[in-house]
């Protein structure tokens, strides 16, 4: 028999903690806040994982279930420019990703597969077993869908749809909207175990995910309320709500402990983040307008306001419904998400304000913890105006500039490097990504001035070229992406032991389907043979 068609005996099955901070995780582990993946610890091969560099967030999952770069499956953003065009589109509307995931590999080779929601993936048409798609995902993507009808029937009449609703992102909650959100998500994770140990029931599979995006969510809202050192950081939230971040991950602890208890014991156990989260500030907004005070990019003539800036309708908008009742709102929301929905992300890649035709470079949406520039090169752009053999000598020039300006409050550097996409990932969707990307100081405005109900945070911006910039981060996120992960893996064969340093995302697809006897070519990343073990190659 061939590798890919041996039937293995080994089962997997992998849960998620969707953005979990590594060190909190190990270090609740360790205290016993978090005792399930305590236990996974000590019986299994655990420790840091590296996520990618500069497109750690858009980019993250389509890199881990394909095992390759951004450069190669073509995925930074939710919305991105079209290459050799001004023109921004969302990627739900077209492939989201153009490689194959891991799970098609091992449903071509007769491996029988659960898929539960894993965040930035698509149906797979010719599945081997089951699939979910955003029953419970921080990225909307598609809205809820299943690999069929039937399935998603099932789910919605058993389980209902998430408690929370189709997007966490909102600015200026009250001490009340914090505890009904925690609260929210807490109950969203434990209808997810609920989900995972019905499918489970239904057949023996050879590979089964589930992903718990709880964590993203809580993660990107309630930093604050975790972090004392965070500007934004509100007591009077904190003696109603506790720490949510704790909160959050103790519930999928919970809920990883319930899963495990409906698997065998010969089941293997992954239980990983892809990458982490940490605090933000909001320096990111500040960019379209540095690059204009620099006379990098151009303005639109007919610009009504400032890059990034809310309408005044939008202010008022948002005032109105702070000032309803928490009562009100919670029956409002659905409607309000269904008529706001994908409201978090630009409606454009390109801001609002910026012509991006008559500049030498652009910004492009990239996340907001680091930058994304685009350059405007003749022979490449429809109206490139920057000569392709001065390039080089206007990076140089623009690396300079930005490295020349100060957070006022702090006196430290705003932005730590600018460095250039090709410089480090090569592949054949390169002309997807941003040519250039911001590095802003992981330190940034630790002194910065806190407004409105503690939710948000200014941040002030000077060099002798750009003057005062000044921004608020009214978005509603204290949180963001860092890549920095965590895993462990335990089960029969499995040693205890430390991963390898260079463990790094593109090794999970690879890693995954040789614990079942399957090759998947193409890949970046290797399987661990502490993982993988003797029964996947005998």
């Not at 099955?13 to 995780?25: K, T, V």
Request: proline share 7%.
């Amino acid at each position: 028999m061939t590798e890919n068609s041996r039937r293995p005996q080994r089962r997997v099955l992998a849960l998620a903690i969707d953005g979990g901070n590594p060190d909190l995780m190990q270090r609740w582990a360790a205290v016993g806040a978090l005792p399930n993946i305590a236990r996974l610890i000590r019986a299994g091969v655990s420790g840091s994982s590296r996520g990618l560099d500069h497109f750690f967030v858009g980019s993250t999952w389509p890199s881990l279930y394909t095992g390759t770069s951004p450069a190669e499956h073509g995925h930074h953003s939710l919305v991105q420019l079209r290459p050799r065009t001004y023109e921004s589109f969302e990627l739900a509307d077209e492939s989201l990703v153009h490689r194959e995931p891991f799970w098609d590999v091992l449903s071509r080779a007769g491996r029988r597969v659960a898929i539960l929601d894993v965040p930035l993936s698509q149906p797979s048409p010719s599945l081997n077993g089951i699939q979910t798609v955003e029953w419970g995902s921080h990225d909307a993507v598609y809205g809820f869908l299943c690999s069929s009808r039937a399935l998603e029937q099932e789910i919605v009449a058993r389980f209902g749809l998430h408690p929370l609703g189709p997007t966490c992102d909102q600015a200026h909650r009250s001490p009340e909207d914090y505890e009904a959100f925690i609260s929210r998500l807490i109950a969203g994770t434990e209808r997810k175990a609920q989900i995972t140990r019905e499918l489970l029931r239904k057949e023996r599979w050879d590979f089964c995910i589930q992903v718990f995006t709880e964590s993203h969510c809580v993660g990107h809202q309630c930093w604050h309320l975790h972090d004392p050192t965070h500007p934004a950081h509100d007591p009077r939230t904190v003696a109603l709500t506790g720490d949510p971040l704790e909160r959050v991950y103790r519930a999928i602890d919970s809920a990883i402990g319930e899963v495990l208890d409906a698997v065998d014991d010969d089941v293997t156990v992954a239980v990983f983040s892809a990458h982490g989260m940490s605090y933000w500030y909001g320096a990111q907004l500040l960019l379209p307008e540095i690059l204009l005070n620099l006379g990098a990019a151009a303005p639109r003539a007919d610009a009504p306001h400032r890059p990034g800036a809310l309408t005044p309708l939008r202010e008022l908008a948002a005032l109105g419904w702070r000032r309803l009742p928490l009562a009100v709102r919670e029956r409002l929301a659905p409607l309000r998400e269904q008529v706001m929905q994908k409201k978090h992300e630009p409606a454009s890649a390109v801001p609002a304000g910026i012509d991006a035709a008559r500049s030498r470079c652009f910004p492009v949406y990239n996340g907001l913890i680091e930058g994304g520039i685009r350059l405007n090169q003749s022979g490449r752009e429809p109206s490139g105006v920057l000569d392709p053999a001065d390039a080089e000598r206007f990076c140089a020039q623009l690396r300079n500039d930005l490295l020349a300006i100060t957070d006022e409050r702090t006196g430290g550097p705003l932005i730590r490097d600018l460095v250039r996409t090709k410089d480090f990932v090569d592949g054949a969707r390169l002309d997807s990504l941003p040519d250039l990307l911001v590095l802003w100081n992981d330190a940034v405005a630790t002194g910065s001035r806190v407004v409105g109900n503690g939710a948000a945070a200014t941040i002030r911006a000077h060099s002798p070229r750009i003057g005062t910039v000044e921004g608020t981060n009214a978005f509603g996120r204290t949180g963001e992406h860092r890549p920095d992960g965590f895993c462990v893996f335990a089960g029969p064969d499995i040693e205890p032991g430390r991963l390898p340093e260079d463990w790094s995302i593109y090794d999970y697809a690879p890693t995954f389907t040789a614990m079942l006897g399957v090759t998947m070519p193409g890949v970046r990343g290797r399987a661990l043979d502490a993982i993988v073990g003797k029964r996947a190659t005998e």
